[in-house]
């Protein structure tokens, strides 16, 4: 974490056009109902949430790192944006609260990716959309792949290689339970 809040200050310099690029496929991959409520798990200094300005009713960003969320609420103003200091793998949020969960850059950098996959799929709502990304120099295809279909997620798109990450659009299953 302190990796995060020291970075705090550059991180759009450092890595906005390589984040960008994500944001832009995983966007186009992302069916966004009207009147969603969206959740940026790992907002980092909000650039998602930036970009999804006029395309969702509510939405949440939740970040570990004290600094990044302070520099997210500096840049972004809105009334329909909330930015909430927590943990990926134990979210403070209730269950079924959001349409869209977007988890960009973020496994790579926790201890246990499969219980921020469970926490993801506990916030989504039934019908929701997970999209997710896994970062190629961290994750094989096959190992992300089983993640997602460890943690409940059935994948609905793939991103094609133009990006630094593995990208999916994942659907909860119908017939999953979550483990006790």
């Known amino acids: 974490m302190e990796e995060y809040n020291t970075s705090a200050s550059v991180y759009d310099q450092l890595y906005g056009e390589e984040q960008t690029a994500k944001h832009v496929e995983g966007l186009r991959m992302t069916p966004l109902p009207s009147n969603s409520i969206v959740l940026d798990a ?15 009713d509510l939405a949440v960003g939740l970040d570990f790192s004290k600094r990044m969320v302070k520099m997210a609420q500096s840049k972004i103003k809105l009334k329909n944006v909330e930015f909430i200091i927590g943990d990926v793998e134990n979210m ?7 349409d869209t969960v977007f988890m960009f850059t973020v496994l790579n ?11 993801a799929r506990r916030v989504l709502k039934d019908r929701g959309y997970l999209i997710v990304s896994f970062l190629k120099k961290t994750f094989t295809r096959e190992t992300a792949e089983t993640l997602l279909n460890e943690s ?21 299953k119908s017939f999953y339970s979550t483990p006790q």
Do not use: H, M, W
């Not at 403070?92 to 959001?98: C, T, W």
């Not at 609905?156 to 990006?163: A, F, P």
């Open 152 to 172: 409940g997620f059935e994948v609905v798109d793939r991103s094609s290689d133009k990006t630094n990450d593995y990208i999916y659009t994942c659907s909860k």
């Open 92 to 98: 403070p949020l209730k269950n079924n609260a959001f």
């Open 109 to 119: 950098n926790i201890p246990e990716p499969l219980q921020a996959l469970y926490e």
């Open 42 to 56: 790992g907002c980092g200094s909000g650039l998602l949430i930036e970009r999804l300005k006029g395309l969702v």
